[in-house]
C-alpha cells in the first residue's frame, strides 16, 4: 500500500514536471491552441494502473457504457420521478431549479400548435399548492382534446456536450462510462454551460454558487442502483442500463424500438432516447 | 433567499423550467461593453502609432492611456457575476482549451501585459523626468516604475521607438482579437438562435471600434473643456471619419445579421419575430437602430458633405458620439440579454427584470463602468497624455478658438 | 542594449517564470489524470448516500407488507413513491402514511388527457362521495377483493331460500340464535354476495358454509342477499360479553375508515359489524389473523392484534347499535 502511494507520487511529480514543461513551451509560443496539444499529451500518462478499480473499489467505470431511456407512451405524468429527483439530489426545492421535469403536450381540436407546459407552470404550481410538492392541474378536462401526452426531460449526457466544451476549468467533463458530471468543488459559477446547454438541462443553485444538473444519479448507478426518477416511475416510463449488456432494459429498448433523440440537428448526440414523441417536441 | 426571488423572470408561452432564472446578468452586457471600448480606443492610437495618421497624434497617448484604464477593469464585471470568484483563477490554472472563455484568462492577461509595456514606453520620458525631480512617495513611485535606469538618450529612445511600434502592431490583432473573441463567446452557441451566427464577432468587432471612437470623442473633448485648451479640429474631424465610415460598416453588418436571421427562417423564428415586434421595439429598433445609429449616421454625413467646420461641427460630432455610445450599449443589451429573453424552447419569451442593488444589480454595473473614469482620471494626472499637446496647438483653428 | 530594456525582459522572463511556477504549483492534486478535469472528483461524487433505498431495504423489516405489494396491482409502484425516501429509516426518521389518498392516489388516477388508456382513470368527482380512497382501496392490494355486484335480487324468492337452507342456524329472521355464528339480518348485500360467492368459488371455506354455498345458484345467492338485507336487525339480543367495550372502542377506531365508527360500513362491500355476534366476530378476526381467512387488508390489520385486543373489539361492536350512527349514539 505505501509502494504503490509512493509510486503514484512519483508518477505524479514526473506528470507535473511534463506539464510544466509543456507550459513552459506553451507560453512562449504563449498561444492556447498549443496549450490544448500540450495538453492532452499529459493526459495520456495517467497512472491509472496505480488505481486499480475506478472510481470505487467496487466499480469499473471502463466496463460500463450507461444509457438511458423515455417510453413517452407510458408517462401518466404524476411528477413522482421529479420530487423523487429534487429529494435524493438536494435540488431547490422550488419551481425554478430541476434536474428532471415533466412536459405536457396538448393539441386541442382546430389548433395546430400544441399547448406546452410544465409542472413549473404557475398553474400547476397553484394545483399542487406548494412550489415543493408538483402536480399537473386537470385544466383541459372540458376542452376538446385531440392528442396529449406527456414528456419526461432530463439531461442527455450527449456524446458530444456542449456544456463541457464551452466549460472554461474542466469543472464539467464526461466520464468514461458516458455520464456528465460536475466538480461542484471545482466549479466558478460563470453559468457558460447553462448557456450552451440547449435542452435547458442546467441551471445555477443559488445557495452553492454552482452549475447542477441531472447526472443519472451517478453515486447511486456505481452502487448497482437505479436513478432515483427510474426507481420512483411508477409505470415504467424511464428505463435505464448498460448499453455494453446486450440484454439489459435499456439495450432491449433501443433494439425493440424505433428510438429518436432530441434535437439532433445540434450535433451533441444525446444519450437519452425516446418513444413516443412528436414533432413539437424539443 | 430574497435575491433569488427578484431574479423570477417572468415569461409567456411554453419556456424551460430551469430558464426562469436568467444566467447572464446585465454585468454581462457592460462587460463585452467594456472591451468594445478597449478596442476601439487602441485602435485609434495604432492608427498613429503604427499608421502614422499624424492627425491623431494629439490623442493618441490618451487614447493609449483610456485602453488601458478600461481594460484593467474588464475582468471586474466577470468577477462580480462568478459564483465563486475567489476560484476564478481555475480557469487559468487549468484552462480548458475548447472554452471560449478559459481563453479570457491568457487574452486578457497578455494584452493586459502588452498594454502597460506599451504605456510603460510611451510615457517612460516623463517618468523619468518625474522621478529625477520629485521627492516623497510620488517621486519614489517614479522610481519604482523607471527600474533605476534613467536612460533617455537618443539610442535608447530609438529602442523605445521600435518597442512601441512593435508592441502597436501586435497590439492590433491582440485588442481585436480580444474582442472579437467576445463576439465569438456568443455566436458560437448553437443552444440560442439570436445568439448563432458566424457574424457576431465581425460584428461586435466593429461595434467595438465606434464605441472606443466616440469614447474618445466625448473624453478629448470633455477634457480640453477641462483643460481650457483649444480642440484640435482636424484631430476631432479625423476621428469623426472613423466613427462615420465604421458606423456604416457595423450597420450594414448588424442588418446583414439580422436579415439572414430572418431569411433563414429556422425553428422558432416565429418567437423572434414576435419578440423583435414586440418587447424589443424599444430597445432594438429605436434605441440601437434609430436614435442611437442613423440618427449620428445622417448628422455625420451632413456635417461632411456640407464642410461643416468650427462650434457646429464640435456639437454636431460630440452629440453624435454620444449618440454612438448609448447605440453600442444597447447593442450590447439586445445581445446578451435579448438572448435570453428568447426561450430555448422557441415557444416562449421570458422578460428580464435586472436588479437594483446586490451583486448583479444596475448599481454594480453602473459602478463597473464608471471605476475605470475615475482611474483614468487618476492616471492622467500621473502620466499626462498632452504634454505634445502645445506643438498641436500651435496653428489652432480660428473656430476652434472661440471656444 | 539600453540598461531599462535589459531589466525589463529580466522582468518579463522572470514574471513567466512565476506564472508557470504558479500554474504549477497551484494545479489541484488528481487533474489531467483522466482528462481535463479533477479525476478525485469522481469518487467524491459517486460516494454520496442515496436517499431512496429501494423495496428490497424494506423488505428486511416489512417484509408481510412487501410480500403481499410484491402480489399485486401496485408492485410496479415502489414503497418510496408514495412513502417517501428511506434514507435515516428507521434509526432517525419516520416515514410518513400519506394521510390525504384522495391527493396522493389522484396525481397518477385522475382522469386526465394525456394519460395513457391503460392506465385506470376516475372522474374524482363522480367517484368516491368525497371519501379517503383508503376507504375502499388497500393501498398495498388496489383492486377491490369484492367488485360491488349489482344487486338485482328477489327478495321473495330469498326468504323461500332461506327458510330451506339457511335459516335452521342462522334464525328464522336472520338473526343467530348462538354467539358463534353471525347474524345476517341488515347485513349489507354487496358483502354477502362476495362472501357467498367466495364460499361457492373455494376461495373461502367453511365446513358448513362450503357445501351449502356450492348448491346455491348465482341467482340463489343475489336473491339471498336481497332478502337479508331488507331484515331488521333490531331483534338482536345484546348479552355478556367477555371483552371490554371500552378498550374496544379505542382500538375501533384503527378499522373506522372502513367499518364506520360504530361498525356501520360506509362502502357495502365491506360488512356490518355492528350488533354482531361477539362470538363470531372474535373467531373471524382470529382466522384473518391465522390466515385461514384471506383477506389483504384484514390480514394486515389483525396481525398486532392480541387476543384480549380482538375480545374487546368485538364486545365492542356487539354492544353497537345496527341502527345508523346518530341513533346509536342516542340509545348508548
Known amino acids: 500500500m505505501k509502494q504503490e502511494t509512493i509510486s503514484s507520487l512519483v508518477a505524479r511529480r514526473a ?31 495517467e497512472p491509472a494502473s496505480s488505481r486499480g478499480s475506478f472510481p470505487t473499489p467496487d466499480y469499473d467505470w471502463t466496463k460500463r457504457r450507461w444509457g438511458f431511456g423515455v417510453d413517452a407512451t407510458k408517462c401518466i405524468g404524476c411528477l413522482r420521478c421529479v420530487e423523487a429527483c429534487k429529494r435524493e439530489n438536494n435540488v431547490p426545492a422550488d419551481a425554478h431549479h430541476f434536474n428532471t421535469w415533466v412536459e405536457r403536450y396538448v393539441y386541442l381540436e382546430g389548433e395546430a400548435k400544441a399547448r406546452v407546459d410544465s409542472q413549473a407552470d404557475p398553474q400547476n404550481v397553484a394545483a399542487s399548492g406548494s412550489e415543493k410538492e408538483y402536480r399537473f392541474d386537470n385544466r383541459y378536462q372540458d376542452s376538446k382534446v385531440e392528442k396529449a401526452f406527456f414528456v419526461p426531460k432530463l439531461c442527455n449526457q450527449c456524446e458530444h456536450p456542449p456544456c463541457v466544451q464551452v466549460c472554461p476549468t474542466g469543472a464539467t467533463y464526461k466520464t468514461k462510462d458516458g455520464v456528465v458530471l460536475i466538480d461542484s468543488k471545482y466549479c466558478i459559477g460563470c453559468q457558460y454551460c447553462v448557456q450552451a446547454c440547449p435542452y435547458g438541462a442546467r441551471y445555477f443553485n443559488v445557495r452553492t454558487r454552482v452549475t447542477q444538473k441531472c447526472y443519472w444519479c451517478y453515486h447511486r448507478i456505481t452502487k448497482g442502483l437505479q436513478p432515483a426518477c427510474v426507481e420512483a416511475c411508477p409505470v415504467g416510463a424511464r428505463i435505464f442500463g448498460d448499453r455494453n449488456d446486450p440484454q439489459s432494459p435499456i439495450s432491449l429498448f433501443i433494439r425493440n424500438n424505433r428510438v429518436q433523440v432530441l434535437r439532433p440537428e445540434t450535433g451533441n448526440a444525446p444519450n437519452v432516447f425516446y418513444v413516443g414523441i412528436d414533432k413539437e417536441v424539443g | 433567499m430574497i435575491e433569488h426571488v427578484a431574479e423570477i423572470a417572468a415569461f409567456s408561452g411554453y419556456v424551460y423550467p430551469n430558464e426562469t432564472v436568467v444566467p447572464w446578468t446585465v454585468l454581462i452586457t457592460v462587460y463585452p461593453y467594456l472591451t468594445g471600448l478597449v478596442a476601439g480606443a487602441f485602435t485609434v492610437s495604432s492608427l498613429y502609432q503604427v499608421f502614422g495618421m499624424q492627425r491623431f497624434k494629439p490623442v493618441a497617448h490618451f487614447a493609449l492611456l483610456t485602453s488601458l484604464c478600461l481594460m484593467l477593469f474588464v475582468p471586474m464585471p466577470l468577477l462580480l457575476h462568478l459564483g465563486h470568484p475567489e476560484r476564478a483563477f481555475n480557469a487559468v490554472i487549468t484552462p480548458h482549451t475548447t472554452s471560449a472563455f478559459a481563453v479570457f484568462g491568457y487574452a486578457a492577461g497578455f494584452y493586459i501585459v502588452l498594454l502597460m509595456l506599451e504605456c510603460w514606453f510611451v510615457f517612460r520620458p516623463h517618468m523619468v523626468q518625474q522621478a529625477q525631480q520629485r521627492s516623497g512617495p510620488l517621486g519614489w513611485l517614479y522610481r519604482v516604475l523607471c527600474m533605476g535606469s534613467y536612460d533617455v538618450s537618443e539610442t535608447a529612445m530609438r529602442y523605445d521607438r521600435k518597442w512601441i511600434f512593435a508592441l502597436a502592431v501586435i497590439g492590433i490583432p491582440a485588442a481585436h482579437g480580444l474582442h472579437g473573441y467576445v463576439g465569438f463567446v456568443f ?36 477634457s480640453c473643456r477641462l483643460r481650457r485648451t483649444v480642440i484640435d479640429l482636424e484631430c476631432l474631424k479625423g476621428l469623426a471619419y472613423t466613427l462615420w465610415g465604421f458606423l456604416m460598416f457595423t450597420l450594414v453588418l448588424e442588418g446583414l445579421e439580422f436579415a439572414s436571421l430572418v431569411y433563414r427562417g429556422r425553428e422558432g423564428i416565429d418567437v423572434i419575430m414576435q419578440y423583435v415586434t414586440g418587447p424589443l421595439l424599444v430597445p432594438f429598433f429605436i434605441l440601437q437602430f434609430g436614435i442611437g445609429s442613423l440618427i449620428p449616421l445622417v448628422v455625420l454625413t451632413f456635417m461632411i458633405s456640407q464642410g461643416t467646420t468650427g462650434r457646429a461641427l464640435i456639437v454636431g460630432i460630440t452629440v453624435s458620439a454620444v449618440l454612438v455610445l448609448l447605440a453600442v450599449l444597447m447593442m450590447r443589451w439586445n445581445v446578451v440579454i435579448g438572448g435570453q429573453e428568447i426561450s430555448k424552447t422557441g415557444k416562449g419569451l421570458l422578460t428580464y427584470h435586472p436588479l437594483i442593488f446586490g451583486r448583479e444589480g444596475l448599481v454594480a454595473a453602473a459602478s463597473v463602468l464608471a471605476a475605470p473614469l475615475a482611474f483614468l482620471l487618476l492616471m492622467v494626472r500621473l502620466f499626462p497624455p498632452w504634454a505634445e499637446a502645445p506643438a498641436a496647438s500651435a496653428s489652432p483653428s480660428p473656430h476652434a478658438g472661440a471656444r | 542594449m539600453p540598461k531599462h530594456i535589459v531589466r525589463l525582459i529580466a522582468l518579463m522572463v522572470a514574471g513567466l517564470a512565476l506564472g508557470l511556477i504558479a500554474k504549477w504549483f497551484f494545479t489541484v492534486e488528481s487533474f489531467y489524470e483522466y482528462g481535463h478535469y479533477r479525476a478525485n472528483s469522481v469518487p467524491e461524487i459517486a460516494a454520496q448516500e442515496p436517499a431512496y433505498k429501494t423495496a428490497r431495504y424494506c423488505q428486511s423489516c416489512h417484509s408481510e407488507r412487501h410480500a403481499q405489494w410484491s402480489a399485486n396491482n401496485h408492485k410496479t409502484v415502489n414503497c418510496e413513491t408514495c412513502h417517501g425516501a428511506a434514507k435515516g429509516h428507521p434509526q432517525k426518521a419516520k416515514l410518513t402514511i400519506p394521510a ?30 368525497g371519501q379517503q380512497c383508503v376507504v375502499c382501496h388497500n393501498p398495498h392490494a388496489p383492486k377491490l377483493a369484492g367488485v360491488v355486484a349489482k344487486m338485482a335480487g328477489d327478495a321473495a324468492a330469498g326468504s323461500k331460500k332461506h327458510a330451506a337452507s339457511c335459516a335452521s342456524c342462522h334464525g328464522a329472521a336472520g338473526i343467530s340464535p348462538n354467539d358463534t355464528w353471525p347474524n345476517l339480518a341488515g347485513q349489507n348485500a354487496a358483502y354477502l354476495v362476495r362472501i357467498l360467492g367466495a364460499y361457492k368459488s373455494g376461495d373461502q371455506t367453511d365446513v358448513m358454509m362450503s357445501p351449502i354455498a356450492k348448491t346455491l345458484s348465482d341467482a340463489d345467492v343475489q336473491n339471498l342477499a336481497a332478502y337479508y338485507a331488507g331484515l331488521s336487525c333490531k331483534a338482536a339480543p345484546s348479552e355478556g360479553r367477555a371483552g371490554d367495550a371500552g378498550a374496544g372502542k379505542a382500538l375501533a377506531k384503527n378499522c373506522a375508515a372502513c367499518h364506520g365508527e360504530t361498525g356501520i360500513a360506509s362502502n357495502p362491500a365491506w360488512p356490518k359489524l355492528a350488533g354482531q355476534r361477539a362470538g363470531y366476530l372474535v373467531n373471524a378476526l382470529k382466522a384473518f389473523r391465522a390466515g385461514l381467512r384471506k383477506d389483504p387488508m384484514m390480514a394486515g390489520v389483525t396481525r398486532g392484534l392480541s387476543d384480549a385486543d380482538i375480545a374487546n373489539l368485538a364486545a365492542y361492536y356487539a354492544a353497537q347499535s345496527c341502527e345508523p350512527v346518530t341513533q346509536a349514539r342516542k340509545t348508548q
Open chain 3, 100 to 129: 390525504d389518498t384522495r391527493k396522493l392516489c389522484t396525481l397518477c388516477h385522475e382522469a386526465m388527457p394525456g394519460r395513457p388508456r391503460t392506465q385506470p382513470q376516475i372522474a374524482l368527482t363522480q367517484h368516491s362521495g
Open chain 2, 187 to 222: 455566436g458560437s452557441l448553437k443552444s440560442r438562435e439570436w445568439w448563432s451566427s458566424d457574424l457576431m464577432p465581425a460584428i461586435f468587432l466593429f461595434s467595438a471600434v465606434i464605441s472606443g471612437t466616440a469614447l474618445l470623442i466625448v473624453l478629448y473633448v470633455v
Open chain 1, 15 to 45: 506528470f507535473l514536471r511534463k506539464i510544466g514543461r509543456a507550459a513552459t513551451c506553451a507560453g512562449a509560443i504563449a498561444t492556447a491552441g498549443a496549450l490544448g496539444v500540450t495538453q492532452k499529451v499529459a493526459a495520456k500518462s
